[in-house]
């Protein structure tokens, strides 16, 4: 039920990439209990005049190599599991690609399980 995008500087290889999105992915299942099989992600390079990051907001330093992160999931985690989350993907990527913890940036948008479709034009998640 998650949906993934993520958005980077242009300039990195498909291995990069798709190792990002590997992180996000095996974190979710982790520590959000997303089912097996329910990846759906779009991960987008994007020019530095379409890429734009506050360097310093929250006294955080980031550079090109920041990575944003938007998942829209079902409502109803806690922040607990949140937290876990956060921190599996930024010690994650920083594991596998050395990406700085502070160039790691996650945005979780919460919706109600109706406003999904899966396909077929059909509502599989709301009530009947």
Request: hydrophobic share 40%; charged share 35%; aromatic share 10%.
């Amino acid at each position: 039920m998650p949906f993934v995008r993520i958005d980077l500087m242009l300039g990195k290889d498909a291995t990069y990439r798709t190792t990002i999105g590997d992180v996000v992915y095996e974190a979710m299942r982790r520590t959000l209990d997303v089912p097996e099989n329910d990846r759906f992600q779009v991960i987008a390079e994007r020019g530095a005049s379409d890429f734009i990051v506050d360097r310093t907001y929250m006294g955080i330093e980031r550079t090109d190599d920041c990575v944003v992160i938007q998942i829209t999931l079902n409502e109803g985690r806690d922040v607990a599991k949140k937290k876990a989350f956060y921190k599996a993907v930024a010690d994650g990527l920083h594991e596998r690609l050395k990406l700085r913890r502070e160039d790691v940036f996650i945005n979780l948008v919460e919706v109600k399980k109706e406003n999904w479709s899966f396909g077929n034009g059909e509502a599989q998640y709301a009530p009947q």
